[in-house]
């Protein structure tokens, strides 16, 4: 079965510093993308970053990159400078099907401490 | 931009009604897709449509139907809405014409409570 794996429930990071946010998935694809997805409290989601599987190097948005290790199924959200914006639930998802359906993982809550 | 609106942020319903969620969204997507989120459990898939009138159950349909009547518009009906259907209900739309870079996009959520 396809699942999506956050290990870590809640994440906390002092104001500035940096933290990783881990994610391992297992998808039957050959051509995917993965994604990371913001839940700040107001509760609209948005999508932070993506990456494409086929690519080598890693997608950085600002202060987001992805550190994507394709053999280990492996795809970390790494932020930088954290801001007290940042503090929200944080979801990693691959594809589910052909469809465009995604898998989403159980989420990490971050806090940012001042 | 991309706008995926839920007709309602909150609702309170009492057990046995039947409730119905609406979404829209403005982009002309083929994909439309309804979640449920609990604490711990992260998004759960439970109806998703490819096209008008297309549906496909996801990981937890049972209790619930759709309705897509019109391209934009996707409705999550709970025929008779009992006490642990007490979530957090997100729509969400996507067009596969972009492959897979299939991003999804997100209302803002449907907060239900059933007393």
């Known amino acids: 079965a396809q699942t999506v794996t956050q290990s870590q429930p809640e994440m906390s990071v002092q104001e500035a510093e940096t933290v990783t946010l881990s994610c391992t998935y297992d998808?039957?694809?050959?051509?995917?993308?993965l994604f990371w997805y913001k839940q700040p409290p107001s509760r609209q989601m948005i999508l932070v970053i993506r990456?494409?599987?086929?690519?080598?190097q890693n997608a950085t948005e600002n202060r987001f990159s992805v550190n994507f290790q394709k053999a280990a199924k492996s795809f970390s959200l790494k932020i930088s400078d954290s801001q007290l914006g940042d503090a929200a639930m944080y979801f990693c998802?691959?594809?589910?099907?052909?469809?465009?359906?995604?898998?989403f993982g159980k989420g990490t809550k971050l806090s940012v401490k001042p | 931009d991309v706008k995926v609106t839920q007709s309602s942020r909150y609702l309170v319903k009492r057990t046995g009604e039947k409730v119905f969620l609406e979404c829209v969204q403005d982009?002309?997507?083929?994909?439309m897709f309804w979640y449920r989120q609990d604490p711990g459990l992260g998004l759960r898939l439970i109806y998703f449509?490819?096209?008008?009138?297309?549906?496909e159950k996801g990981d937890i349909p049972e209790g619930y139907s759709v309705s897509r009547e019109k391209k934009e518009r996707f409705s999550l009906i709970l025929e008779s809405a009992s006490t642990n259907q007490t979530s957090m209900y997100l729509c969400?739309?996507?067009?596969?014409?972009?492959?897979?870079?299939?991003?999804?996009?997100f209302g803002e959520g449907s907060w239900l409570t059933v007393v």
């Open positions: 449509s490819y096209d008008v009138k297309m549906k």
């Open positions: 990456q494409e599987a086929y690519k080598q």
């Open positions: 982009m002309d997507h083929e994909n």
């Open positions: 969400a739309s996507s067009s596969p014409a972009l492959g897979y870079r299939n991003t999804i996009y």
């Open positions: 998808t039957s694809e050959s051509d995917y993308y």
């Open positions: 998802a691959s594809p589910k099907g052909s469809q465009g359906n995604l898998i």
